[in-house]
């Protein structure tokens, strides 16, 4: 099974940058199309940025841009750029496999995240 290890996380002052990478041990698909979603406490995990296969993207409303999902297939790595940081942005990161990318069910098994905090 394709183990998902996110890094790249800290501790960032609001407006500030920060690159997350998950890397995928054991290879992921050219095909598989893969997602970054966060978890703030007690809030639900949801799904931020999208990238098919073929390189088409999405986001959700509030990170549209100022978050960019990127991909290696050579490197088994996907990567999410997040620019202009805000405090509501603070969360744990994960990605994860989709099942595809108009049905973006994850179908991985989760990673340990890498939690992300934008604070003065």
């Known amino acids: 099974q394709v183990q998902l290890v996110e890094s790249g996380g800290g501790l960032v002052q609001p407006g500030g940058s920060l690159r997350l990478s998950c890397v995928a041990s054991?290879?992921?698909?050219?095909?598989?199309?893969m997602g970054w979603y966060r978890q703030a406490p007690g809030k639900q995990r949801e799904l931020v940025a999208r990238i098919s296969s073929g390189g088409n993207t999405a986001y959700i409303g509030s990170v549209k841009g100022r978050f960019t999902i990127s991909r290696d297939n050579a490197k088994n790595t996907v990567y999410l750029q997040m620019n202009s940081l805000k405090p509501e942005d603070a969360a744990v990161y994960y990605c994860?496999?989709?099942?595809?990318?108009?049905?973006?069910?994850?179908?991985?098994?989760w990673g340990q995240g890498t939690q992300v905090t934008v604070s003065s």
């Open positions: 994860n496999i989709l099942r595809n990318y108009y049905d973006p069910v994850p179908r991985g098994a």
């Open positions: 054991g290879s992921i698909s050219s095909h598989d199309a």
